[in-house]
């Protein structure tokens, strides 16, 4: 017999209904439409504004990072970071093939070639002990940086990427980034508040990039931001993604390429409510990580959990399921059940723009491919 009717049973009754429960819906219970209405009654809903402001100041606070630069998106935040950490057209980078699609994208935007490296199992993201063994066979460096001998290009990034707010084992990374002169850029569009070793991701690496996607911890509608404690990198953020616009009283002048990625005002309206609520939101997804750990630890089930040392904000749960049969009835079940879930993402390497690039053994994330199913997370 099948335990998993039981399952879809618990999470009916952990979210109180038996109507469609999705996987993350947005919640709105604070200053939302206050800060919404503001922007309108003081016509300030476009490119500048007070909350736009408001929303850097809140997330450099958040992040503990010493600049925050609110954007138009994730994506766009990834891809300006990169170019701020000085990959050119013709370089590689070192990421993750298990990651949303956005992180090989944004490699890809700057003319760099993304070269995926495994995971660890823990912790579903970039594993350091892989990245070192990668480093060891092709790296070489050089007086400007770390050079892959095999291809004759500059590995001039490296991206970790938070697999739904479980963090990466930053110490180990950040190590032999610097030991072969990477810069590191983290992908934290999905672990806002997660923390690592106490410090808050996203500001451990050069740079970090959050995302306010509608299906985030924190949305406002769309939107990213950049944070880092480097300043003049900050500054040279805000600058790029505002034109590259040289201040002047009244003439436009630009001096350099620059990219319209602002954030809008009514968007930063909406973030800045969400990120007033964000410990809760916290607080609130923790219990039920609590509920769901102890519910299936009885049952045999594995529920994935934070590794030592760390923080997770536990956005999207997951469990871990025998094999892809195991998988794959689990998904028909709940889903035909209205509980929705969904598998972790293809390996980037399938998809047909990234499948020339080159890649490690892959193990664990292969494994993990087979296995990894998100359940519903919302908060409640
Ligand atoms: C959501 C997400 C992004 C992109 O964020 P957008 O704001 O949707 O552009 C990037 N990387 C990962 C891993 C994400 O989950």
Known sequence: MSKYPEVIQFIQEAYGTKEFIPLHAPHFGGNEKKYLNDTIDTTFVSSVGAYVDRFEVMMAEISQARKAVALVNGTAGIQVA?????????????????????????????????????????TMGLSPKAVEEFLEEFGELREDGCYNKSTGKKIAACVPMHTFGFPVHMDGLLAVCSKWRIPVVEDAAESLGSEYKGKPTGSLGKLGVFSFNGNKIVTCGGGGAIVTNDVKLGEKAKYLTTTAKIPHPYEYVHDELGYNFRMPNLNAALACAQLEQLRRFLDNKRSLAKEYASYFSSNGIKFRTETEDTKANYWLMCVELENKQERDLFLKMTNEAKVMTRPIWQLMFRLPMYQNCRKDSQQNALFLEERIVNIPSSVR
């Open 82 to 122: 990169l170019r701020l950490a000085g990959v050119k057209q013709g370089d590689e980078v070192l990421t993750q093939a298990l990651t949303f699609v956005a992180t090989a994208n944004a490699i890809a935007y700057n003319g760099a070639t993304p070269v995926f490296i495994d995971v660890d199992h823990d």
